[in-house]
């Protein structure tokens, strides 16, 4: 009766949470990653983590997918990148954490496959990045500056505007506010597939990858698992190869019927985007929309036939 | 969910179109976040139910909508459990962009009835009740705890209740604007304008602790514990205002006149902790003589319940009792078995109380100021349905019998998340906080009655709607 497991017991960090102050390729990575679980409990923690996963449907953003209305989607593409630089670069200005300004782009996304928004309203999707940011800070950081505080760039937009948008976000995601992000994952994976190095140079390589990433696929066509999995093995070995990828993923059991051929296509595009960036000297983070847009066309999606595709009326 | 209604509003009334499936009776709560309203439901189907209806404060426009409503409805949404709150409606009010959460009403909570107890039926909470009571709590907090979900703020006034109907007597944990998930930030208690009492506070966070766990809710269900046995309040310190989360000596100096001093021994940790380490004067130097729980409970120390009362209470988070481990202990195999309507012994003999029902303030409207309407007339007692509108169907209804059956023993449900993720959006549970000190009306409603079907769900998600 008294024996005591520690396994509902939930950790979490209390007041002084560390900040990662900037965005740099070049700035270590706070402890924030390396969750603060009492031993046993990351397993259990994950496992939970997986499970809420599962119903993770591929639900591709009809916006930026659609197969028709090209011009309309070259133009979503080139304003979403736009979004990334606005929300990593205000990111970096407040001092968020990285998690922060991911959250937001799931809630880019999310939206995005719900309600779509065309070329006549660019200053829809700068609101979007305003309010996706803000609720972001709001689910994850200690201090959340005001909103008139949110930098702004073409268009300046009332404090109650975005609130309204706030609240537009809020429903259409169902408040659904807690995103699954790549981030929980990522140092179990590195306790499970590199044991026996430093999990703070792993980890602090595999963030790079994710936020290299975000430009490249839809964040709701993946899961954060894959993501985090294929982050971290590029970041520990870039010369894996498919078996020896698959040997390592098997180590996983709770993990349960997981495609390591997402993991591994996952895995191919941060090799691929590493090349590149040695070709282009420009940071990968900040690079302009125009060498990536449309280059690469969801690479990671295998679903492609199963995508709603909603018209857009054009106005 | 958010209705997706409009403002229109129509000739009779300057209602927005989602307040207009409610009759608004009155306000029945008051706090830091908000007010509670009372409401009844008009439409057909759920005639009459009665639902409570948050309104959360407006925050500053400048701030957006408040992080801790973010919180609390995304929290709230995901789970369903019996001892839960639910959450039943999330309402928009795109005029002044105010929100407001409907959640299924509770007629008692934990705070009146220790206290209807204590200061006017004079004697203390039987214990069929107390059993009960304990039961269902842990029972909700083991599902929050499964789900890494953390409430940090339980006390008695969290512990809500219900009333006649079919969940007559059934316990439902509430107010979850302080809760959290697993690896969600968090703000010291103290910010945010919110404001938690002490007394249900563990000594790890008193002593400074940086990381919670989910014993810090268990610490808290111990002190619930003890004030159902005992109608007081079991560490009942003086708090330090200032801020951020001032060093609260005199509440560990409760603690420590009941529990003894801990010590490294048996609590390796505390070495570690920051206010351990800098007060050393007070709270290591201090002697405390042999206070024994036993005695202020006045619970022989080889019962049932003293040993699982000292379990939740034990010094170190790492071997304080868990949730579930709680629901296995021998206390709940022993006679009486806990039941499911909390209120209503099953013995034949024990005193069967009529708690108050909440006082409703008639004279405010939902912006909680002006006088609404005429208040309705209304009787109350047992098995006699007052009129008024939106009761005209009302039947007269006996107590419940159903809501009386022993709750079997059954292993804990493998609660899943995942699983339930398909469910029916309408199906969200809530937490409505109720604050004390409620002036009271001059007309109590005691109108109840229940209805099978549930509220009507959210509508169904609109896709690519153009903004």
């Known amino acids: 009766m008294s024996n005591i497991s520690p396994i509902t017991d939930l950790m979490c960090e209390e007041g002084g949470a560390s900040f990662l102050v900037e965005y740099d390729e070049n700035t270590s990575i706070d402890s924030l990653y390396n969750p603060c679980f009492i031993l046993d409990d990351e397993e259990k923690y994950i496992e939970y983590l997986f499970t809420q996963e599962m119903g993770f449907v591929s639900e591709s953003c009809p916006a930026l997918s659609s197969n028709h209305d090209c011009s309309n989607r070259f133009w979503l593409r080139s304003a979403r990148l736009d979004a990334i630089d606005w929300i990593f670069n205000t990111q970096a200005k407040f001092g968020f954490k990285v998690h922060t300004a991911y959250l937001s782009m799931t809630y880019f996304d999310q939206f995005l496959s719900k309600r779509s928004i065309d070329e006549s309203k660019p200053w829809a999707i700068q609101l979007l990045s305003v309010a996706c940011l803000s609720l972001a800070a709001k689910m994850e950081e200690q201090n959340v500056p005001s909103l008139s505080e949110y930098p702004s760039e073409e268009y300046l937009f009332e404090t109650r505007v975005i609130k309204n948008m706030e609240l537009m976000i809020l429903s259409t995601l169902e408040w659904k506010m807690g995103s699954a992000t790549p981030f929980p994952y990522l140092h179990y994976f590195v306790t499970k597939f590199c044991p026996r190095s430093r999990p ?21 066509d993946q899961r954060p698992s894959i993501i985090a999995s294929a982050a971290v093995l590029a970041a520990f070995d870039a010369t894996l190869t498919r078996n020896a990828m698959d040997h390592m993923i098997s180590a996983i059991s709770s993990w349960g019927n997981i495609e390591s051929g997402h993991v591994f296509s996952c895995y191919n595009l941060i090799q691929e ?43 | 969910m958010g209705d997706g209604s409009s403002n229109r509003t129509n000739s009779n009334s300057n209602k927005p179109e989602w307040l207009q499936q409610y009759d608004l009776i009155g306000k029945i709560g008051e706090g830091t976040y908000g007010l509670v309203f009372l409401a009844r439901i008009k439409s057909q189907a759920n005639r009459g139910k009665s639902i409570a209806i948050k309104k959360f404060k407006q925050s500053k426009d400048g701030d957006g909508v408040s992080p801790t409503a973010i919180r609390e409805i995304m929290l709230l949404r995901e789970i369903i459990h019996e001892n839960v709150v639910k959450l039943v409606n999330v309402h928009i009010n795109h005029t002044d962009m105010s929100l407001y959460l409907a959640f299924d009403y509770a007629e008692h909570d934990l705070y009146e009835i220790i206290r209807h107890h204590r200061d006017k039926v004079n004697h203390s909470i039987n214990q069929y009740t107390v059993k009960s009571l304990l039961w269902q709590l842990l029972n909700g907090l083991n599902y929050l705890h499964s789900n890494w979900i953390i409430h940090r703020d339980l006390k008695p006034s969290n512990i809500l209740v219900m009333g006649d109907g079919e969940e007559h007597g059934v316990v439902k944990i509430a107010d979850f604007g302080l809760a959290r998930i697993y690896q969600a930030p968090l703000k010291p208690l103290s910010e945010n304008g919110v404001v938690v009492t002490i007394w249900y506070r563990a000594p790890e966070l008193l002593l400074g602790a940086k990381h919670y766990t989910s014993a810090v809710d268990m610490w808290a269900v111990g002190c619930i514990f003890a004030e159902l046995l005992t109608l007081k309040p079991l560490f009942q310190g003086a708090e330090v205002k200032g801020t951020p989360n001032p060093f609260q000596l005199d509440q560990l100096d409760k603690i420590f006149k009941v529990l003894g001093h801990p010590t490294l021994d048996k609590w390796p940790s505390l070495a570690n902790l920051p206010h351990w380490q800098q007060d050393v004067q007070h709270i290591q130097g201090h002697k405390y003589d042999n206070t024994s729980l036993c005695n202020v409970v006045h619970l022989s120390p080889k019962s049932p319940a003293y ?161």
């Not at chain 1, 070709?279 to 847009?293: E, M």
């Not at chain 2, 939740?312 to 296995?328: H, N, S, V």
């Not at chain 2, 009486?336 to 109380?353: A, D, H, K, M, S």
């Not at chain 2, 002036?439 to 009507?456: F, N, T």
């Open chain 2, 307 to 467: 040993d699982l009362l000292s379990k939740m209470l034990e010094y170190d988070p790492r071997k304080r009792i868990t949730a579930a481990e709680a629901l296995e202990h021998e206390y709940f195999k022993l006679e009486p078995q806990p039941g499911r309507n909390t209120l209503v012994p099953c013995q034949p003999g024990e005193t069967f109380v009529n708690y108050p029902t909440r006082p409703v303030d008639t004279t405010t409207d939902f912006e909680g100021t002006a006088n609404l309407q005429p208040p309705m007339p209304v009787s109350s007692g047992a098995g006699s349905m007052p009129g008024g509108h939106g009761s005209n169907r009302t039947v007269p209804r006996p107590m419940n019998v159903v809501g009386m059956q022993r709750m079997p023993h059954q292993p804990m449900q493998a609660y899943n998340l995942a699983s339930q993720a398909g469910m029916g959006p309408g199906m969200n549970p809530g937490g409505i906080p109720m604050q004390r000190g409620v002036p009271q009306a001059h007309q109590q409603q005691q109108l109840r009655r229940k209805d099978q079907m549930g509220m009507p769900g959210y509508p169904p998600q609109q896709k690519s709607r153009r903004i």
């Open chain 1, 273 to 315: 985007k590493k090349r590149n960036k040695v070709k282009t000297p420009s940071s990968i983070l900040f690079s302009t929309h125009s060498t990536s847009t449309c280059v690469v066309e969801n690479p990671l999606d295998t679903s492609s036939g199963t995508k709603r595709k909603l018209p857009f009326d054009k106005s």
């Open chain 1, 200 to 220: 703070e140079t792993i980890i602090t390589k595999a963030i790079d990858y994710i936020v290299a990433m975000v430009k490249d696929i839809n964040l709701m």
